[in-house]
């Protein structure tokens, strides 16, 4: 059995009556061990992680940064566990999608001069599931690479200068992460693209496509969300103007199985951008609001199959961090590209 402390069985272990049938009770106190999820910057090291490679440039922008020695990117890594309610044959050819394009991506950037970019990495394509007991440090890990890159790096890394993990999609390599070495929850921050507003309401993509892995991050490492307000609007005009071929080519050309061009109408915001935005550049954060996970939910589709973080408002200062709106953030795309 894995365990990150005494101290954390114990909160797990408040929570077990009821795992399924009803909501968990028990509140989650800050652990001054976890880093300051708003003390860092561009001068962190990074870990890029996002799902899919073809409906954003969440990708195409890291990369940038990384080329032009904005930031210090560590880990590239795609990992896509399948939607509980896609099929398994529509899923097994997005997964390939994604994962080819996640290559072609990082394959592009470099052609296109961006040197010292760390490989293309395949993380977890699989849900962790919650175990009988509910303590968070009794589920079983998956294991994929981008598990051992995430612990590699964030044993490198230190509480006061942590490794950032910018997550534009599922948390599920995040959580396999901690599960195998709960000891990076002392040197890991999360910038997560999940609007807080939907955690409740169990309706964002990303939380939905989490699981158990939501409440693992979500209870266990310093995490910032962000919120609905402000991200970057990236026109084709700028794409064709800033970028280098053959990325320049890519982006334009690249296509979504289902949603087609990103580009489509000439424009997009780019959502996705916000998780990298708001860690690498401070001066984009709005005001912070503070919230601790207050109990698990269980999934208000599927018959409440899957659990969830529940999470409720602080006064003082917590280590999930809910940034209310995003400065700037259009310039800073664009400044990446000068």
């Given amino acids: 059995m894995k365990r990150a402390s005494i101290a954390a069985f114990a909160i797990a272990a408040a929570c077990l009556a ?118 968070v440090e009794d589920t079983d890990p998956i294991g994929s690479p981008g598990t051992d890159l995430i612990i590699e790096e964030a044993l490198t890394a230190t509480h006061d200068r942590p490794l950032v993990i910018v997550a534009g999609g599922d948390l599920c390599t995040v959580a396999d992460a901690y599960l195998t070495n709960p000891v990076i929850a002392g040197s890991v921050v999360v910038y997560w693209r999940e609007q807080v507003e939907d955690i409740n309401k169990q309706a964002g993509y990303n939380l939905r496509n989490s699981g158990w892995a939501a409440y693992i991050v979500l209870s266990r490492l310093a995490t910032a969300l962000d919120c609905e307000q402000g991200s970057p609007r990236i026109t084709e005009e700028q794409v064709r103007r800033d970028v280098p071929s053959p990325l320049r080519e890519y982006m334009l050309t690249k296509q979504h199985w289902q949603y087609g061009l990103p580009l489509r109408r000439g424009y997009r915001h780019d959502g996705d951008a916000k998780a990298i935005i708001l860690a690498a550049f401070p001066e984009t954060r709005g005001a912070a609001r503070f919230h601790r996970v207050a109990g698990r939910a269980p999934a208000k589709w599927f018959g409440g199959a899957l659990l969830l973080p529940r999470l409720e408002s602080s006064d003082d200062p917590t280590h999930i961090v809910e940034i209310s709106d995003i400065h700037h953030s259009t310039e800073k795309w664009r400044e990446v590209w000068q």
């Fill in 18 to 135: 009821g795992l399924l049938a009803r909501p968990a009770v028990c509140a989650q106190s800050t652990d001054p061990a976890l880093p300051d999820p708003l003390a860092v910057d561009a001068t962190n090291p990074v870990i890029y992680i996002n799902d899919q490679s073809t409906d954003n440039f969440n990708g195409e922008l890291v990369l940038a940064m990384a080329g032009t020695g904005i930031i210090d990117l560590r880990g590239f890594i795609v990992g896509y566990p399948r939607e509980p309610w896609m099929k398994e044959s529509v899923y097994e050819a997005a997964k390939a999608e994604y994962i080819t394009h996640h290559r072609e991506v990082r394959a592009k950037a470099e052609e296109s001069g961006f040197s010292d970019l760390p490989p293309a990495e395949l993380g977890v394509f699989a849900h962790q599931k919650a175990p009988a007991s509910g303590v």
